[in-house]
């Protein structure tokens, strides 16, 4: 079963930007949609971003013109750019299949957004 780590996490100011990636343990060309998710303190997983093999993208409402999903079948890894973050993207971010299916949750990276 493929295994996904993510990374890139960590503290920025409201307005800054990080750029999240996510590594596949094998080839994920095969999954036709990855997606990229979150998780607040105190709430849900929520999903965030998804994006085709081929490349159509689709945002939740509250990323759309922010956040920029982007894949490389050939590297087996899917990133997630975040710009002008606010407090409310605090989260635990995590990718994997769209929709969620047999792979298992990696670890998450964590979002903090505060002055």
């Known amino acids: 079963q493929v295994q996904l780590v993510e990374s890139g996490g960590g503290l920025v100011q409201p307005g800054g930007s990080l750029r999240l990636s996510c590594a596949a343990s094998?080839?994920?060309?095969?999954?036709?949609?990855m997606g990229w998710y979150r998780q607040a303190p105190g709430k849900e997983r929520e999903f965030v971003a998804s994006?085709?093999?081929?490349?159509?993208?689709t945002y939740t409402d509250s990323v759309k013109g922010r956040f920029t999903i982007s894949r490389d079948n050939a590297k087996s890894t899917v990133n997630l750019h975040m710009n002008s973050l606010k407090p409310e993207d605090t989260a635990v971010y995590y990718c994997n299949a769209y929709p969620i299916g047999e792979i298992s949750w990696g670890k998450g990276t964590l979002v903090t957004v505060s002055s």
């Open positions: 094998r080839s994920i060309f095969s999954i036709n949609v």
């Open positions: 994006i085709t093999r081929y490349g159509t993208t």
